[in-house]
Antibody, heavy 121, light 107 residues
Framework: EQLVESGGGVVQPGGSLRLSCAAS????????MHWVRQAPGRGLEWVAV????????YYAESVKGRFTISRDNSQNTLYLQLTSLRLEDTAVYYC???????????????WGPGTAVTVSS | DIQMTQSPSTLSASLGDSVTITCRAS??????LAWYQQTPGEAPKLLIY???TLARGVPSRLSGSGSGTDFSLTINSLQADDFATYYC?????????FGQGTKVEIK
């Protein structure tokens, strides 16, 4: 069971980026999926979640209206669209799964290795 | 939002020691608490969920306890790969929130 993120890079303030998270070894469509980020030298910050079918999602206040989480279960892939990027969005972005969107049994039990996003002029 | 406060921020210990990290929630979260371990350059690893249940493959020298607002993680007989940063996280309600982390370092 594995998750692998991609799509990170260097982008200017105000720019956009789309992150991907590919799942293997398990069926993505039965899991809620999350993005969690970690700024350099800082702690973990939960960013967003989407339900197993993409019908329900929640966001951290810090990204609401700028980031959009989505999924393509037919491709076993999760996405995070980042727009209006700010310097403080610089972080490693991790995708992770939970068995349900509300009060899951296991919380975040499988994580990807992360992809780095740097917002810099 | 539910605030999670861990203490201490840094803990110095020796191989074989037992250590305890505490985590306090700003409001009751029942048992909806997880603990993670993170080493530099790596993704977090789930250790404990539902406050006290060990995740698959986690050794029994680790244990979690607590309910409501006060929780703790205890590591007995510290091994070399236990020196890492530990985070608590509530999943009672959105936005999910993490504690600020506790770094366990070698004395």
């Amino acid at each position: 069971e594995q998750l692998v993120e991609s799509g990170g890079g260097v982008v200017q303030p105000g720019g956009s980026l789309r992150l991907s998270c590919a799942a293997s070894g398990f069926t993505l469509r039965i899991y809620a999926m999350h993005w969690v980020r970690q700024a350099p030298g800082r702690g973990l910050e939960w960013v967003a979640v989407t339900s197993y079918d993409g019908s329900n999602s929640y966001y951290a206040e810090s990204v609401k209206g700028r980031f959009t989480i989505s999924r393509d279960n037919s491709q076993n892939t999760l996405y995070l669209q980042l727009t209006s990027l700010r310097l403080e969005d610089t972080a490693v972005y991790y995708c992770a799964r939970s068995d349900t969107i509300f009060r899951p049994d296991y919380s975040l039990d499988v994580w990807g290795p992360g992809t780095a996003v740097t917002v810099s002029s | 939002d539910i605030q999670m406060t861990q203490s201490p921020s840094t803990l110095s210990a020796s191989l074989g020691d037992s250590v305890t990290i505490t985590c306090r929630a700003s409001q009751s979260i029942g048992d909806w608490l997880a603990w993670y371990q993170q080493t530099p350059g790596e993704a977090p690893k789930l250790l404990i969920y539902m406050a006290s249940t060990l995740a698959r493959g986690v050794p029994s020298r680790l244990s979690g306890s607590g309910s409501g607002t006060d929780f703790s993680l205890t590591i007995n007989s510290l091994q070399a790969d236990d020196f890492a940063t530990y985070y608590c996280q509530q999943y009672h309600s959105y936005p999910w929130t993490f504690g600020q982390g506790t770094k366990v370092e070698i004395k």
